[in-house]
């Protein structure tokens, strides 16, 4: 029987500002074992695993490492102990090579690198040896992600904690990269693997936690005998009623399926480089008729950016055409016009530093779009502009001491709502939504979906998103896109998910 | 390029402004201080502080005129800095200002006042535009750091000056590298013969203000500024035409710098030396940040600092004490005002909570 | 004059002009590395200008007075640290006040002094730091003169130039980029923001110390108003023309050597037809142009003006 090498016992911790994360969660990890830790964003997950890093301190309860009380000063000192931690943003230095960034942590823990250990995990992980020199910022997100997983390997920790890590990875490469984790469960290490996503949970681990709103739900064994319903129920209450909703969404769907003439949205050819010069857009191709909702699915970095770059006018393209309704640019568009022209809203998935002026207050920001709608005036009026500001408000129930507030107070889902909110009292023709319910609680995602459902029809909704799910959710077509082009299309009624990842991925099928 | 500071239509002002009188009084207390230090009777210093400040009518003429002076260039210069474009280049657009109007006001000398007045104007706040140009165009187009090249035209502008009064515009009927003088047409036309304050100067220095207050907080050209201020990328995110806002704002702060140049030559010199180079440019940065960036605090700030250093030259030639006091006196008000603002910014977030989650 | 005498005299004089930009510009370097932007080593040069000629002037002792020139560097930069790291004042406005601040001072201080001054004649700095030919190094011919007969400056600036090539493969330099990059990385991992930019921000006071100091007991023998002239600024953008590389700030910083030296000639041996004050503002022309066509050539630290306060 594998012993615990790991205990929380009766663990809290609380934010200041009162929120309760973690309310007396007792966690055991045992040696040799894959541990799922699951539930819904908000649940603590995060939390937990920053206490056991090392990056916080419990407020109450006792940790038990290696048979003895202990606590951690500093995720440095975690690691030193043997605990090493893989965050969802990856803590590589873009500029430095690979080389850099692991000689960075050799000389932080003062220990050497194991370069026979690097040799050996490049081939497990399927890397080639030259990759020491690269940038990180040439290399693709799942390489990164192989990079850092290996730059904590080198280490030698015992237990390897996991935050999300195949957020942006496509089926295929989750399952190699399980294959990886169960390989070095088997050499002897514990590993605990945070997720929100109910399958991977049942494929992976020996055990699985349950955390639901900072508060142990069960520990269960995993053998097989696992029902993923109700593991989804005990994950939220309101799991069930999100499925309902679910339910309701496919009657929506059905009522708004009529027929959809002529385009809202063409793209002919669209070819355009990034930020460093590289080709990223090589000849795409999209049409969004009108009142449908079309979902752009896909691998980060294959081109969703700057395609969405390009059509807000954000980003000049070298050949093609962006055609919004009748309005044809080439070159670069002028989204300013767009938007008076057309109506177009653009949800974008950079809220706190694209979508708002952290420094300016609510009624500018909501105000961020008249500028191009009022263009005709000189002066604005700033009392209309608090009274639409006080409407906002209260319409979708942004938590703010007052309209007057700063947005660098609002917390970051009522900035969401903000955004969204600005957005769409323009009363759009066209809505290009970029990871609408990204990092959002369940409240929140819900709300913003059927928001999104019940524009549908009356405009046309372009919805970039890397998740499957709210993909086949929502969307009256699904396309894929890969390396800069459009591959596939799908329609969300019968999708085959293998073919899918396949064509994510490129594999030609 | 600067960023992180919050700014006055946010009605949080009351930090400011209290950071402002703060340091205004640091900063007189350290004036007084050394007043006791050179081992002066105080009481008397004061009163001639005061006499030479506002205490005659001809010294109040003197203070509002060169608060007219300060007060336009940092009107300008809190266009520029609301949009986060830092024109450290005032020094030179007044400069180029003063170069045009004096060469214009000399090639037609022989125009009648009310034509020649407004075309030296006019040329001056020219000449202090286009003095801007450059250094815009070089930011929009090729990213460069606005501080390094609006300061190289400045000094690039001093050596243009230097060769002026010494070559082809010296008076040749002067020992000393200066101009020959204005037409009298040209004269600002004072409001009372006797004191130098001009009609225009005051006009303008008051005028202005609320002008300016109403361009920033109640057009949607202010607003761009001020989204342009707050972010780049969410400028550019909410459609506004990043690069019309950079020049525009570099454009019109070097024109009233260029005005204010013009009305040193036409309203007090009367001659084009080297002596109208006073370090104005940099006087009018440290007005327009004491003053928070808001055309109300930069109009009191000028008159404010525009009499302290005309009393501070009174104390200076009557107790011969060496000049330079002001210039040290603006630099302690500067670091005095920036430490106390975000201080009181520091210690005041730290209290401000997430609200909603 | 022989074109071949003018040319050797040319370089040896660049070598010589471009240290005080040199030992600035590494300053800068540093600190750049860390993520910090300081604008104010103008005012720092001149502090520790005048610091130093005031130093020199009443102690007579060159020596002691780039000592105490050094410590008035340390003393201002450590004032900007406090600005910009531990207040928290935007680090573009902390660097430009103390730039003001610097001039405002040292305009006021020279006029104290020399009011209190005895003396008819201007102030002067009697013993200053000059050449020092190498033994016998300096007797090759060319090179040794261009090389070896020089200013101990410009043997200190190769071995700075060694320095801080060497400094930036090693571990401490890998960590001040680290800060540079991505300072909330660097945190996280145990790297000690604060303490390093201070170490960073201690040694550019030094060199900047030593630049201005230089000016006033070295190049030249007295103190003039702004005697700086925008070296610091030109020094910043020497960073960035060098693109954050020790080896190309030197290039740099010697071809504007060569400016100086070209108007130094240009003075001497005058060319009526061209204006002097054409010749003097030829550096901040040159600066403008080389900006504009390859200012945007080299990749800043990333988080490079960027505030940083630790959260934990």
């Given at each position: 029987m594998n012993r615990p090498v790991l205990e929380l016992i009766n663990v809290s911790k609380t934010y200041p500002g009162g929120i309760r994360a973690l309310d007396k969660v007792s966690f055991e990890l045992k040696e040799k074992e894959i541990h799922a830790l699951l539930g819904e964003n908000g649940a603590g997950k995060s939390t937990l695993i920053k206490i056991i890093s090392g990056d916080l301190r419990p407020d109450e309860g006792k940790i038990i490492y290696e048979s003895k009380e202990t606590s951690f000063k500093s995720p440095i000192d975690a690691l030193l102990r043997g605990i090493g931690t893989v965050h969802q943003n990856l803590l590589l230095i873009p500029s430095f090579t690979v080389f850099e960034n692991i000689r960075l942590y050799a000389s932080v823990l003062k220990q050497k690198a194991d370069i026979n250990a690097l040799t050996e995990y490049f081939k497990i992980f399927n890397l080639?040896?030259?990759?020491?020199?690269?940038?990180?910022?040439?290399?693709p997100l799942s390489l990164r992600q192989k990079i850092e997983v290996i730059k904590i390997l080198l280490f030698r920790p015992r237990i390897l904690l996991l935050d999300e890590p195949t957020t942006s990875l496509t089926p295929l490469e989750t399952a190699e990269f399980f294959n990886i984790l169960k390989k070095l469960r088997d050499e002897g290490k514990s590993i605990v693997f945070v997720t929100h996503k109910v399958k991977e949970a049942m494929a992976i681990s020996d055990r699985i936690t349950i955390l639901r709103r900072g508060k142990k739900v069960v520990t269960l064994e995993n053998k097989g005998n696992l029902n993923e319903e109700e593991l989804a129920s005990l994950i939220v209450s309101e799991e069930y009623r999100m499925r309902q909703s679910v339910h309701n969404i496919d009657t929506i769907r059905e009522s708004t399926k009529s027929g959809f003439e002529e385009y809202a949205l063409l793209v002919e050819n669209l070819i355009a480089r990034d930020d460093l010069g590289a080709?990223?857009?090589?000849g795409l191709n999209l049409k969004l008729k009108k009142g449908e909702l079309l979902a752009i699915v896909g691998v980060a970095g294959n081109g969703q950016k700057e395609l969405v770059e390009c059509l807000v006018g954000l980003r000049k393209f070298e050949k093609g055409i962006i055609k919004y309704f009748e309005s044809e640019y080439r070159g670069v568009v002028d989204f300013c016009e767009v938007i008076k022209k057309h109506r177009v809203a653009y949800i974008t998935e950079d809220r706190m530093y694209t979508g708002v002026a952290k420094d300016l207050d609510l009624a500018t920001n909501i105000a961020l779009r008249e500028i191009c709608l009022e263009r005709?005036?000189?002066?604005?009026?700033k009392r209309r502009l608090t009274r639409k500001a006080k409407e906002i408000v209260s319409k979708y129930g942004i938590k703010t001491p007052s309209e007057k507030a700063l947005v660098n107070q609002l917390s970051g889902g009522n900035i969401q709502k903000l955004i969204i909110a600005r957005e769409l009292e323009i009363n759009p023709l066209l809505i290009i939504a970029e990871q609408p319910t990204q990092g959002l609680d369940v409240k929140t995602t819900n709300f913003v979906r059927s928001l999104l459902l019940s524009k549908k029809g009356k405009a046309s909704i372009l919805l970039i998103t890397y998740d499957l799910e709210e993909a086949i959710m929502l969307a009256d077509r699904i396309i894929v896109i890969y390396d800069g082009k459009i591959v596939a299309e799908h329609s969300p009624e019968n999708i085959d998910l293998r073919k899918l990842s396949k064509e994510m991925l490129g594999v030609s099928t | 390029m600067i960023g992180g500071k919050i700014m006055w239509y946010e009605k949080k002002g009351i930090l400011n402004v209290f950071a402002s009188f703060l340091s205004i009084t640091i900063g007189v207390a350290v004036l007084i201080f050394s007043f006791y230090m050179c081992g002066i009777n105080v009481m008397s210093a004061i009163q001639t502080l005061y006499f030479g400040a506002i205490g005659t009518y001809n010294s109040i003429s003197e203070t509002l005129l060169l608060a007219s002076i300060l007060a336009l260039i940092s009107y300008g210069l809190t266009i520029s800095f609301t949009a986060?474009?830092?024109?450290?280049?005032a020094e030179g657009q007044y400069m180029m200002g003063a170069i045009a109007s004096t060469v214009l006001s000399l090639t037609f000398k022989n125009l009648p006042g009310y034509i020649l007045i407004p075309l030296s104007l006019v040329i001056g706040i020219l000449a202090g535009l286009l003095w801007a140009l450059l250094p815009g165009v070089l930011l929009v187009k090729?990213?460069?750091n606005e501080v390094l090249t609006t300061l190289m035209m400045n000094y690039i502008a001093q050596y243009i000056l230097s060769w002026l009064v010494t070559g082809p515009l010296q008076d040749r009927t002067s020992l000393f590298p200066e101009s020959p003088?204005?037409?009298?047409?040209?004269h600002l036309p004072r409001i009372i013969a006797l004191y130098r304050i001009n009609y225009i100067s005051l006009i303008l220095l008051i005028a202005l203000a609320p002008l300016i207050y109403i361009i920033i907080s109640k057009t949607y050209f202010g607003m761009s500024l001020r989204i342009l201020g707050s972010s780049r990328r969410v400028a550019k995110y909410a459609g506004l035409n990043v690069e019309k806002l950079i020049i525009s704002s570099l454009l019109i702060s070097g024109a009233l710098s260029g005005l204010a140049g013009a009305i040193e030559i036409l309203g007090i010199q009367y001659r084009l030396r080297p002596g109208i180079v006073q370090g104005y440019g940099y006087t009018g940065i440290v007005i327009t940040l004491v003053g928070n960036m808001h055309p109300y605090g930069c109009l009191l700030a000028s008159i404010f600092i525009a009499s302290l250093m005309n009393g501070i030259s009174q104390v200076c030639q009557l107790y011969q004490l060496p000049i330079g006091l002001t210039q040290i006196l603006q630099s302690i008000f500067l670091i005095t005002f920036v430490s106390v603002k975000f201080l009181l910014e520091y210690l005041s977030t730290k209290r401000i909570k997430i609200y909603g989650e | 004059m022989d074109i071949g005498l003018l040319v050797t005299y040319l370089l040896r004089d660049a070598l010589w002009l471009m240290t005080p930009l040199f030992y600035a510009a590494i300053g800068e370097f540093i600190v750049e590395k860390a993520g910090v932007l300081n604008l104010g080593i103008e005012g720092m040069m001149l502090i520790s200008a005048f610091v130093a000629f005031a130093i020199g002037f009443l102690f007579e002792n060159p020596y002691i007075a780039l000592l105490i020139g050094c410590l008035a560097g340390i003393l201002v930069n450590s004032l900007f640290y406090i600005l910009f790291q531990l207040i928290g004042v935007d680090q573009s406005l902390a660097g430009l006040s103390i730039t003001i601040f610097g001039s405002g001072v040292t305009f006021f201080a020279f006029r104290a002094m020399i009011g209190y001054s005895t003396s008819a004649s201007p102030p002067v700095v009697k013993n200053i730091i000059s050449d020092l030919p190498l033994p016998i190094l300096s007797r090759l011919p060319i090179l040794g003169f261009i090389l070896f007969d020089q200013n101990p400056f410009v043997y200190f600036s190769f071995l700075l130039l060694f320095l801080f090539y060497v400094a930036e493969k090693s571990d401490i330099g890998l960590k001040i980029r680290t800060i540079g990059e991505d300072p909330s990385i660097a945190d996280f991992i145990g790297i000690d923001v604060y303490k390093f930019r201070l170490i960073c921000v201690i040694v550019q006071g030094f060199l900047s110390g030593v630049a201005g100091s230089m000016l006033t007991i070295s190049i030249y023998n007295t103190f003039l108003d702004n005697i700086t002239a925008g070296l610091g600024f030109i020094a910043i953008t020497m960073v960035i023309l060098g693109g954050w590389n020790p080896i190309r700030i030197f290039y740099s910083s010697f071809l504007f050597g060569l400016i100086y030296a070209l108007q130094f000639r240009v003075q001497m041996y005058g060319a009526s037809w061209l204006p002097y004050q054409f010749a003097l503002s030829l550096p901040y022309i040159v600066t403008i142009i080389l900006l504009a066509v390859f200012g945007r050539k080299y990749r800043p630290p990333t988080s490079l003006g960027k505030p940083y306060k630790r959260i934990r």
């Open positions: 080639p040896n030259n990759i020491l020199t690269r940038k990180i910022a040439d290399l080709y990223r857009l090589k005709e005036n000189f002066f604005l009026d | 986060n474009v830092w024109n450290i280049g090729y990213s460069v003088y204005i037409p009298s047409q040209a | -």
